[in-house]
């Protein structure tokens, strides 16, 4: 007989049990999901609503269920409707009749939105902490590459001379706004909806506020039909992974591109890294390619949970259970790329020789050429296309613009120096962009400077 099954006249079919049950996906949640009737319990006895001794009696069973349930000692079975059945049936076994007075004043509405906020406040913490392995990973890289020139690029173009460091920072920064993000989503879970019932409270003078600090979280939920059927926290950090993922692909394409021979940017690390038996040259970059790929699973994971929710009415509806699938998904597919990206990134040896060639290569240095041109009195509209005339004419001598002896320079403005190779080495142009925020190498140094100093101040938790 379910627990529900008073009203019921014969049993589900078994076709409606494997359809509606929830437990192959929501057992995760056992740990949360026993933690927080551990503080329905302890409030429910604090209130005079359960003996003391049946407080003791509950406290002790689901202790022994959480141990149980750690060490693997208990099945999951499929015929279980979910977590929250599962874990109240088994006490009620071990403990009798204490055992079914837990649920007083609660409904599984509210317990498995209380379950997913605990959870999701966790998940957040950890992938801040995966995105500040990550961060510090940058850092390192960014001070070490912070001098090291290579071309900055549009259109896959090559553009600018900048520094790697400069290159590695602009990475910082989006992850960065991922923390941010994560953060405010961590923000969004730390509230306990226990307490709005099925959807309407309950009548028992519950105290909300106690069972709330008992679990850890800041606040309690302000309307009952809002607590049990919000699940924006759980789209917060959806979205948070969807940006962020987005982040790790842009960066995974250029580890792909950089380790292919014809860029010859970056050599990883035989340990993330595969072959292929019948091309036995090849090193493959699987880390960056799944990690790009995946970046797809997550967007739809954050799509199919809006699209769950967008014609819901209130309050708690059996579609809700769809929450999950997509967010540990989400979760764990996140976390996954940040952990071995990270390892992969910090493997990876760079090779600063080939990107300062193709810096030189490039005519990376043709707006310094021309800035030069202003400097010495030609006037700003005319100055690039004198530098567009002499790059075309390098083009076909097949050479870089400071390799034309200074007379042939002449010829194309006499406002050309013995001092143009100087300013405009690879060097001079990445030095004089030192702007706030610029390439240059000081530059690149302050910024990881700041970089260090605010991932200190983020708080630890
Ligand atoms: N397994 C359900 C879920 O994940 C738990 C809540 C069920 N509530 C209900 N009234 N049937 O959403």
Redesign the pocket.
């Known amino acids: 007989m379910k627990l529900w099954g008073g009203r019921f006249q014969k049993e589900t079919s078994q076709m409606m049990d494997d359809f509606h049950s929830?437990i192959s996906f929501?057992q995760r949640l056992f740990a949360q999901d026993i933690r927080g009737s551990m503080a329905h319990a302890r409030m429910l006895c604090r209130q005079g609503i359960l003996s003391a001794a049946d407080e003791q009696a509950i406290q002790a069973g689901l202790q022994g269920i959480l141990q149980d349930m750690q060490d693997g000692k208990i099945d999951f079975p499929p015929e279980s409707?979910?977590i929250?059945m599962l874990v109240e049936s088994i006490l009620t076994e071990r403990i009798g009749d204490a055992g079914k007075r837990l649920h007083t004043g609660r409904?599984?509405?509210d317990?498995?939105a209380l379950d997913m906020h605990l959870y999701a406040k966790e998940t957040c913490g950890e992938t801040i902490g995966a995105l500040r392995a990550l961060e510090e990973t940058l850092l390192t890289l960014a001070q070490k590459h912070a001098g090291d020139v290579m071309p900055g690029y549009t259109h896959l173009q090559r553009a600018q001379p900048i520094t790697l460091g400069h290159h590695l920072m602009a990475y910082f920064e989006m992850f960065r706004r991922d923390i941010i993000r994560v953060r405010h989503a961590r923000e969004a879970a730390d509230c306990s909806p226990l307490g709005s019932g099925?959807l309407a409270g309950t009548t028992y003078p519950l105290d909300r506020e106690f069972a709330a600090a008992e679990l850890g979280l800041a606040r309690v939920s302000q309307n009952s039909l809002d607590g049990v059927s919000d699940r924006d926290f759980l789209l917060d950090y959806m979205s948070a992974a969807a940006i962020g993922m987005m982040h790790l692909s842009r960066f995974c394409e250029e580890m792909v591109l950089w380790s292919s021979i014809e860029f010859g940017f970056v050599t990883l690390d035989d340990a993330f890294a595969t072959g292929s038996s019948m091309m036995p040259q090849k090193k493959n970059p699987d880390v960056a390619e799944l990690t790009r790929g995946k970046t797809g699973r997550v967007y739809g994971d954050l799509m199919a949970l809006l699209t769950v929710m967008k014609g819901l009415p209130l309050a708690?509806n059996?579609d809700?259970?769809e929450?999950?699938e997509s967010f540990f998904d989400a979760r764990d597919t996140w976390l996954k790329c940040l952990r071995i990206f990270t390892e992969m990134l910090r493997t990876a040896s760079f090779r600063t020789g080939n990107m300062h060639r193709s810096a030189n290569a490039g005519f990376a240095n043709a707006t310094d050429c021309a800035d030069y041109l202003v400097r010495k009195g030609v006037p700003f509209r005319d100055a690039p296309a004198v530098v567009g005339r002499l790059v075309a004419h390098c083009l076909e001598k097949q050479c870089a613009i400071d390799d034309l002896p200074l007379e042939e320079l002449q010829s194309f403005s006499p406002a050309f120096d013995r001092d143009v190779y100087d300013a405009i080495s690879l060097q001079s142009c990445v030095n004089a962009r030192s702007l706030t925020g610029g390439p240059a190498p000081e530059r690149v140094l302050a910024a990881v400077q700041n970089g260090r100093a605010w991932l200190e101040q983020l708080p630890k938790d």
């Open positions: 929830s929501d409707e979910d929250h409904s599984r509405n317990q498995v099925a708690y059996k809700m259970q929450d999950k």
